[in-house]
């Protein structure tokens, strides 16, 4: 079961971020919406519906949840750019997942919006400096501070990790 919940296991950011890291993971941010559009173009409603696993989202849901997840840590980077050690919203993604445009909206919606959103995403984080990496917002739960540095590896686990809910279960199902 956890190998089905965390198929590429949970994220694993080293403590000295190195420059490559920083070029690695923004490359996967870059690719993301394409190889995901890639992955479920020729997907039928049914399969679209199809939880990744018991008690999991449909691969509708994780798509869409991929453009809300990744709106807002767009967001969050810029929060942190313009204010000093933001306090971020959290927000609760099961309950965003089960909203109806989630459930059952059109997935070329939210696959416009990650292309979108991650060109303009890749282009300010291609641009940030040294300094801007080293700076932090506070999540909430926990008080947790988080380096923007640390959000960018963070975030290509994340494209890599719903990538693999839905890659295995095809694989699974044979389709």
């Known amino acids: 079961m956890e190998n089905l919940r965390y198929p590429i296991g949970k994220p694993n950011i080293p403590e000295e971020i190195s420059d490559r890291n920083i070029k690695d993971w923004i490359g996967v941010i870059e690719l993301f ?43 969050r980077f810029k929060w942190t750019l313009t204010e000093d050690k933001p306090v971020i919203k959290a927000y609760y993604e099961d309950r965003w997942a089960e909203l109806k445009d989630s459930k059952d909206g059109p997935i070329s919606l939210s696959i416009n919006s990650l292309i979108a959103l991650h060109d303009k995403w890749v282009y300010f984080l291609k641009l940030l400096t040294p300094a801007d990496l080293e700076k932090y917002f506070i999540h909430p739960e926990g008080n947790e501070k988080v380096t923007l540095k640390e959000n960018i590896g963070i975030y290509a686990w994340h494209c890599n990790h719903h990538y693999a809910h839905i890659e295995q279960l095809i694989k699974r199902k044979n389709w």
């Open 33 to 75: 919406p394409s190889k995901l559009q890639k992955l479920v173009s020729s997907l039928s409603d049914d399969q679209l519906n199809t939880q990744y696993r018991d008690g999991g989202w449909t691969i509708r849901q994780v798509i869409h949840h991929c453009a809300d997840s990744h709106h807002n840590s767009y967001t």
